[in-house]
């Protein structure tokens, strides 16, 4: 893997690989097993795929390669399975999933007994890995919290006394850069660093996305050889929910200014320009909602943000501590729910196909970042009424 000399994760993923590569080319040997520790999907898969490449014939793929999950299969069953030579395939992957369920309330003590058995005199043709992606490793291990190090210490000292340990650690935003910038280089397409840095930053460094996101930019811009920030901000949805954050904390500011100047960059960075106007206001919609029930809900850090807000209705990571901040800006309900109002009626407007969207939008924005103005309390408005009535 060309991200070997990168951060933790990506050695770490380097390192097995190179292992597996040798072993497949009759230059090594594959220990009996592996524990591939940590969540980020993006490293496991890589994990996955450099085995299946090595030792997993397309054709005998049914007769050598089994997924079982220790929630609804045993270790007993397992270890039954990695003992037994198949007679269809000169090699066993086994990969087993949940592994959570070996650390359980219990001793367990049979289990590991049987495990331990079983790894002193191990099937030399069959490989078991263990995935423990119930250990979240961030890109700086020493930030690791007690819990997910508790659970990590407990791994190393069961099953990585006989396995070896293979840390699928969150990928740092620099290394996540590096990543973007290489791979696009080996197809033949520069990123410029503003656009690898956009892309990385919308997508809160989940590398999964990235690679999805990137494959989208290669064939956007295919024949061209680079990809631009305009590229990423035109192609990458959280790209474009960034630059809304960025409006609506102009908006929420009472920057009048440079919420109009935020405003015409995103409709002139949109392919369908002023005919989005209708998607852009549903996004505004749609945040002060999020906002509304921030400060219904009085929430106070990111933390509480995903309590607070259900699947489905949740924002960016990269966002969350943005539109916490904004939310507490608007001194109560009254504020947001004009704001609702304001964007309603925008959209009631836009529907009516008014000669100029451009202007509908730019108006909205000019409100929505004003001042309200203040209510005059009941007493007043009765007294004007009677004093022009009695003009």
């Known amino acids: 893997m060309s991200g070997g000399r990168w951060g933790s994760g990506f050695s770490a993923v380097a390192r097995f690989v190179a292992e597996v590569e040798a072993a497949a080319a009759g230059q090594g040997q594959l220990r009996p097993g592996y524990v591939l520790a940590g969540d980020e999907v993006f490293l496991l898969d890589r994990c996955r795929a450099a085995v299946l490449k090595g030792f997993v014939p397309p054709d005998l793929r049914d007769f050598c390669l089994s997924d079982l999950d220790l929630t609804t299969t045993s270790i007993f069953e397992v270890l039954d399975r990695a003992q037994t030579p198949s007679l269809m395939s000169p090699f066993q992957v086994i990969f087993i999933r949940n592994v959570r369920q070996l650390y359980t309330r219990g001793a367990k003590k049979e289990e590991f007994a049987a495990l331990e058995r079983y790894f002193r005199s191990p099937n030399p043709q069959a490989v078991l890995l263990f995935v423990a992606d119930f250990v979240r490793i961030p890109s700086d291990a020493r930030r690791m919290d007690m819990e997910d190090k508790n659970r990590y210490e407990r791994l190393t000292e069961t099953l990585g006394e006989h396995c070896g340990m293979v840390e699928l650690a969150r990928v740092s935003e620099e290394d996540a850069m590096r990543w973007v910038v290489s791979s696009a280089q080996e197809a033949g397409v520069r990123v410029e660093p503003d656009a690898a840095r956009e892309l990385v930053d919308a997508l809160g460094a989940d590398m999964m996305l990235a690679s999805s996101e990137l494959e989208k930019l290669l064939l956007y811009t295919s024949g061209r050889g680079r990809i631009t920030l305009g590229d990423v901000e035109t192609m990458v949805l959280a790209a474009k929910q960034r630059s809304l954050y960025e409006l609506t904390d102009a ?22 320009g002023e005919d989005a106007a209708i998607g852009h206001l549903y996004m505004l919609a749609r945040t002060f909602r999020q906002m509304l029930v921030i400060l219904e809900k009085n929430v ?13 209705f949740r924002i960016p990571p990269f966002a969350a501590d943005d539109l916490i901040k904004q939310a507490r800006r608007f001194k109560n309900r009254r504020e947001l729910t004009r ?3 304001l964007v309603a009626r925008a959209d009631l407007e836009l529907r009516s196909s008014p000669p100029d969207k451009r202007l509908v939008l730019e108006r909205l924005v000019y409100e929505l970042a004003s001042e309200p103005k203040p209510t005059p309390p009941l007493w007043a408005s009765s007294q004007m009424s009677f004093e022009i009535s009695a003009g």
């Open 300 to 312: 106070r850090d990111s933390r509480a943000i995903w309590q607070a807000l259900w699947q489905g």
């Open 339 to 341: 704001a609702l109002r």
């Open 251 to 272: 908006i929420s500011a009472h920057d009048r200014v440079r919420a109009l100047a935020l405003l015409q960059g995103l409709l002139n960075s949109s392919d369908a």
